[in-house]
């Protein structure tokens, strides 16, 4: 497959470089492999690729999870990948998240203020931005059809048995940083679990033959 070269910012590609892939458990590639045959089977026969990645209350590991994986499409070149993230109930956007992904070189504007801010994140100079603000993953911003639902946390896939208009519904749980606000280590077990989300979904995006 032919990488789409010097697309992402510097600072995200210098970080993308440090993904070792290969420390993914087998365990986990066996969790991961129902969103590749996903992405791969719309790729194939070139159909539009949307991921909704949906937590409870679309804070923190959903707006993770769908920055970095809007990322990885783009820098292995994977087109027509359309991601979203929705929650079971809106709040906002954690600025701890926020400010994890601008310490790995993203670029985040304030487009509107408020108890709920949406931001735009941009990873490419020449690349759409991200739209990230918190709703609930039907919302009317988000995708009606045709695309796979992503559980990114245990709670919303006990609570989510049925997401509507959903082709595909996929469990990919992560532990939840926000065990550890207002502690020492908030900052260092944000990065990790961003970087941890980063990883997995590169190697998602590394999988697909086009």
Known sequence: MTLTKNILFPEIEQIVRTFNLESITAERKITLQPLID????????QQEIRLNLICTHNSRRSHLSQVWAQTAAAYYGIKNVF??????EATALFPMAAQTLVKSGFKIK?????????????????????????KTYDDDFNPQSAFAAILTCS?????????????????ITFED?????????????????????????????SQINQ
């Open 83 to 88: 991601c979203y993230s929705g929650g079971t």
């Open 155 to 171: 709670q919303a896939d006990g609570g989510c048995p049925f997401i509507p208009g959903a082709e595909k519904r996929i469990p």
């Open 38 to 45: 996903f992405i791969q089977a719309k790729a194939s026969n």
């Open 110 to 134: 304030t487009i509107s203020e408020g108890k709920n801010p949406v931001y735009s994140i941009k990873y490419a100079a020449n690349e759409h931005p991200v739209i990230g603000f918190s």
């Open 177 to 205: 940083p926000k065990a550890f606000d207002n502690t020492p280590q908030q900052a260092e077990k944000y990065e990790e679990r961003s970087l941890q989300i980063a990883t997995e979904l590169f190697y998602v995006f």
